[in-house]
């Protein structure tokens, strides 16, 4: 079946780097995509999405980049806080007639040091 | 808006025995969905509804697993009979478009 996976399970950075964060996805037929963070004994919290017409979009601190020919999705957090050590998911999302279900990825994990 | 609101927030309970989750969609949103997160296999989906009908239940694991959502403003899911490996973080989100809004989780252990 079709699936989000992540490319590094964690990531260790130092404060003030900027942190990349990958996901590569299988379903070519997914239009919409989504970033979300999680942080200890909380619910996923919605980051920051793109649709596939897009290949770019920037937010707070965050950008994500979306590269529909390797069917590639990174998240970009710039000056990386000890606040944003959390896990990170992608998912996607394929609209059709029934409605649309966000299928995650396994999760990146980010530790920021001070 | 409170958002998504779950509960019990824990549950401690014996193998065998009957769990129901629930959950309050955040008002107007007219999709719902349960989540099942473990370390192994992450962020499952279970099911979900769209204005209260239930769209695709594929992801729920066996018979043991039901999901109910009698109105636009609660859903309940329910594992009869519990077994260990059900002890999982249970969550449900809503949404009115795509970008789901998740609430704090049931955390299950089935002892």
């Known amino acids: 079946g079709e699936s989000v996976g992540l490319h590094l399970p964690t990531l260790s950075v130092q404060e003030g780097d900027n942190s990349i964060i990958n996901c590569a996805y299988s379903n070519s037929a997914s239009d919409y995509f989504i970033w979300y963070k999680q942080e200890s004994g909380k619910g996923p919290q919605f980051i920051i999405d793109?649709?596939?017409?897009?290949d770019k979009r920037q937010g707070q601190r965050v950008t994500v980049l979306l590269n529909k020919t390797v069917k590639h999705l990174s998240l970009q957090i710039a000056a990386t806080q000890p606040g944003d050590s959390a896990v990170y998911f992608c998912?996607?999302?394929?609209?059709?007639?029934?409605?649309?279900?966000?299928?995650f990825g396994k999760g990146t994990t980010l530790s920021v040091s001070s | 808006d409170a958002g998504v609101i779950q509960s019990p927030r824990h549950e401690v309970t014996e193998m065998g025995q009957e769990v129901t989750l629930r959950c309050k969609p955040i008002?107007?949103?007219?999709?719902l969905f349960w989540y099942r997160q473990t370390m192994m296999r992450g962020l499952e989906l279970l099911i979900y509804?769209?204005?209260?009908?239930?769209?695709?239940d594929s992801g729920m694991p066996e018979d043991r697993f039901s999901a109910k959502m009698p109105n636009a403003s609660f859903s309940t899911l329910k594992i009869q009979p519990s077994e260990p490996r059900d002890s999982a973080v249970y969550f449900c989100?809503?949404?009115?478009?795509?970008?789901?809004?998740f609430g704090s989780g049931t955390q299950l252990s089935v002892l």
């Open positions: 989100a809503s949404t009115a478009g795509e970008k789901l809004f």
């Open positions: 008002s107007g949103h007219n999709s």
């Open positions: 509804f769209n204005n209260n009908v239930p769209i695709d």
């Open positions: 998912a996607e999302s394929t609209v059709n007639q029934a409605g649309t279900a966000l299928i």
């Open positions: 793109i649709r596939s017409n897009m």
